[in-house]
């Protein structure tokens, strides 16, 4: 037993040297979240900006205390319902990244013209930016560049987005490849060339859309910045 017993750690010993632990393993930088929780409802959240791509008003952006919260108690809302129809409020913050898994869970509320929940990143400003979004009047997903506040669409999936439900919308952004995942389900792989530099990240809605946002999640991916 004496014999035996050094034997087996010897091997365990190897094992672990070949396998590694997991605590030394590089997983990339932690993502940074906001779940609006310590936010004071009916206020704008601490460390956004807000902007307006297109003309109708800038867009409402608050704080609500909502019972379906993914992470209670509190969510993100917009919910100016101007339907002036080129309208696209935005709420951006940084840090600025530039390859990133970007993600959020939304719901949208209302709507007549609209219910579009969207993800901004690589923003230099209100009228430049990239934008993936879930449409549930129009039941698709699309992927578009903004340039000089003009919105050109170069991808898109055609599937069910449910009004009043929460969705998880998702983007991984590497060089010039997009891919955009909608609850948890790949459904856009494309290319892009339009901007390569590290931008802001944020939300997006459409002309009278009211929608709810919770749990935004950016994370670098390698050199992000």
């Not at 931008?199 to 050199?223: C, E, H, M, R």
Request: glycine share 10%.
């Amino acid at each position: 037993m004496g014999q035996f017993l050094p034997a087996v750690l010897g091997v365990a010993a190897l094992l672990l040297i070949a396998t590694g632990s997991g605590a030394d393993e590089s997983t990339g930088p932690s993502p940074t979240i906001w779940n609006f929780d310590s936010d004071k409802p009916e206020t704008p959240p601490a460390g956004f900006a807000f902007g307006r791509t297109g003309g109708g008003r800038e867009g409402r952006w608050v704080v609500r205390a909502e019972n379906d919260a993914p992470s209670a108690p509190n969510v993100l809302a917009q919910v100016d319902a101007d339907a002036t129809d080129y309208r696209f409020p935005v709420a951006f913050s940084g840090p600025e990244m530039n390859d990133l898994r970007l993600s959020v869970k939304c719901k949208p509320v209302a709507g007549k013209v609209d219910q579009g929940c969207g993800l901004v990143f690589r923003l230099k400003d209100a009228d430049n930016y990239y934008l993936t979004r879930a449409n549930a009047l129009e039941d698709n997903v699309r992927l578009y560049h903004v340039v000089k506040g003009r919105r050109q669409q170069f991808a898109g999936w055609n599937g069910k987005v449910a009004s009043g439900v929460w969705h998880e919308l998702a983007v991984e952004a590497q060089g010039d490849h997009f891919q955009v995942f909608f609850n948890g389900k790949k459904v856009i792989d494309a290319h892009d060339k339009t901007f390569t530099a590290a931008g802001k990240i944020g939300v997006w809605t459409k002309a009278d859309s009211v929608i709810y946002f919770d749990d935004l999640s950016a994370q670098p991916l390698g050199n992000s910045h």
